[in-house]
């Protein structure tokens, strides 16, 4: 999450840069087009990332009960 964090606030501050630095209307519309692409590519990427994450530590989670619960099963 801190690398993300990191990434982001560096893009933003870029971006913000690029904008300042527009000479149009139309140029400035295009460089805030693009970070809103990649701001929202990254954070879905992140997002999907981090639900991997709590989904792969859930099913870790019930690996125990899981054999626990077959064990029980096969001493009857």
């Known amino acids: ?36 692409t990649r701001t929202f590519e990254g954070y879905t990427h992140e997002l999907s990332r981090i639900g991997n994450l709590y989904a792969e530590l859930f099913k870790n989670s019930f690996e125990p009960i899981a054999h626990a619960l077959q064990n029980s099963a096969q001493q009857k």
């Open 1 to 36: 999450m801190t690398d993300y964090t990191k990434r982001a606030f560096e893009d933003g501050a870029a971006t913000a840069e690029k904008l300042f630095r527009a000479r149009s209307l139309e140029q400035a519309i295009g460089i805030h087009s693009d970070f809103t």
